[in-house]
């Protein structure tokens, strides 16, 4: 039921984006990104908007910063009491198709946030649902979720331990995506893998999110306004397309 609700949220912030930058028809190609800069020929900031009642933040570009060689992604109070929270999220502009994914980041603590590393697509691009998932409930931050969605249903999850908690140290989160068998790694570690028909088929954007709820408490956590700007901080990123040199990052 979460998950129906997210996705259904996803797609209507990808209408949005899609208004504002539209779709790569090309697929993406390998590419290491340090975030030394935002690029904006391979990021798209959301801004603006929230996925739907169950997000209690606002997609907005101030939750979004650099600094040396790192996106951090904010989810923070405003003030505001007609907005009272921002939170951040970017996205790639180009879809990327089987391979390897990689990110390194590190979260914060706080019960009702999640701070997820993902690929999507789906029916906003003409396109079924797929989706390919890591996403840290930061209320337990010594755990991963893993998931994947496949036109629109979900499949293949489980939770992964860390090897330290998320908020203490980065950890390099990766997946290595083929037509029949899907890894989940977590510091080269291997964690989880799917095989056979059920698998996702379409080029997926690469997203970072970063935000909270006051609804969704049974799976997230119950929220508590942090009084303070938690921050998620991704270090790198990096794609790698079949049977080339490895762009970045450990296995």
């Known amino acids: 039921m979460t998950g ?3 996705r259904i949220g996803i797609a209507v912030s990808l209408m949005v984006s899609l208004q ?14 340090g975030f030394d800069t935002l690029d904006p020929d391979r990021w798209f900031v959301s801004d603006g908007w929230r996925n739907g009642d169950h997000q209690n933040c606002e997609w907005s570009g101030d939750a979004v910063a650099m600094k040396p060689g790192q996106v951090t992604l904010a989810f923070r109070p405003t003030g505001d009491a007609a907005q009272p929270y921002i939170c951040g999220e970017i996205q790639t502009n180009a879809a990327f198709g089987y391979g390897t994914f990689e990110a390194r980041f590190r979260t914060d603590k706080a019960s009702g946030i999640n701070a997820a ?21 930061t209320r337990d931050t010594s755990a991963v979720s893993l998931n994947t969605y ?12 860390l090897p330290t908690p998320s908020d203490t140290d980065f950890h390099t989160y990766s997946f290595i995506w083929e037509p029949a ?57 990096a794609y790698t397309a079949p049977g080339e040199a490895r762009a970045g990052g450990q296995q």
């Open 4 to 6: 129906s609700i997210m």
């Open 20 to 33: 504002a930058t539209g779709v790569a028809s090309a697929q993406g190609t390998t590419f290491f990104d």
């Open 117 to 137: 590393f993902f690929t999507y697509i789906g029916p906003v691009h003409d396109k079924p649902h797929d989706e390919i998932d890591f996403e840290v409930l």
């Open 150 to 161: 496949v036109d629109g249903k979900p499949r293949h999850g489980m939770t992964a331990a």
């Open 181 to 237: 068998r899907l890894r989940w790694f977590i510091d080269g570690v291997l964690v989880h893998e799917a095989t056979g028909d059920d698998l996702p088929r379409n080029p997926q954007k690469i997203y970072f999110s970063h935000w909270g709820t006051e609804t969704l408490s049974d799976w997230m956590g119950p929220f508590s306004d942090p009084g303070r700007a938690l921050q998620m901080e991704v270090d790198w990123v």
